[in-house]
């Protein structure tokens, strides 16, 4: 008898229905929400995955990640990483310092973000994307951001984060070209901070 999907072991699950205008769609939305941080933007991509895995989370890891970008798990033996190892072919470290990128679903056993690739003057495009998985996104309320793209400021509360990773964040703006860029990650909807955003507790 034939295997349906559901038979299918997580890891294994299927990717994207069409890999290239699904990877298109979602980059725009990547670059969109990049370009305007702080506002929440959906991501209608929903892939197969495992649980773990947020439909956007989903959609992002096998749009942004390949053979050429190293990946930083708080679990490299886990369902999820060997679903981004066979859909992705990118290589799982158990150093953050390697990663181009990190996929983060825990709050509150996340490393500090000075463990993170930030780059260095010469290339400070060379650094470490945070993927974050949270507990829910709000513009109402939360933290003020200010800086390129955002007219004047815009709130954003993210459920889950500690106060000191604001602060850390905080101070790492400092370092600027150099630092670390951020998306999280709620069910079908992410927000983004690039390294331009200052951040107001």
């Not at 470490?128 to 309320?141: D, E, G, P, R």
């Not at 390129?148 to 954003?156: A, D, K, T, V």
């Not at 106060?163 to 703006?173: D, F, H, T, V």
Request: proline share 10%; glycine share 4%.
């Amino acid at each position: 008898m034939m295997n349906t999907i559901s038979d299918v072991p997580p890891a294994l699950a299927p990717g994207f229905d069409q890999p290239v205008f699904d990877s298109i769609k979602v980059f725009r939305v990547v670059a969109d929400a990049m370009a305007h941080p702080g506002e929440i933007k959906r991501i209608d991509a929903r892939p197969p995955a495992p649980a773990q895995l947020m439909p956007a989370a989903a959609a992002l890891c096998l749009t942004l990640l390949d053979f050429e970008t190293v990946l930083w798990t708080q679990n490299p033996h886990s369902a999820v990483s060997e679903y981004l190892r066979f859909h992705c072919g990118c290589p799982v470290t158990q150093t953050p310092s390697q990663a181009a990128f990190a996929w983060i679903d825990s709050t509150m056993n996340m490393p500090p973000l000075s463990a993170f690739i930030a780059g260095d003057p010469e290339y400070p495009d060379r650094s470490t994307t945070l993927l974050i998985q949270v507990k829910s996104l709000s513009n109402a309320s939360g933290v003020r951001l200010f800086g390129p793209g955002i007219r004047e400021s815009i709130y954003l509360d993210v459920a889950g984060i500690p106060a000191a990773y604001w602060r850390e964040l905080q101070a790492s703006r400092a370092a600027f070209p150099c630092g670390i860029d951020i998306v999280f990650i709620w069910g079908e909807r992410i927000a983004a901070l690039p390294r331009t955003t200052q951040v107001v507790m």
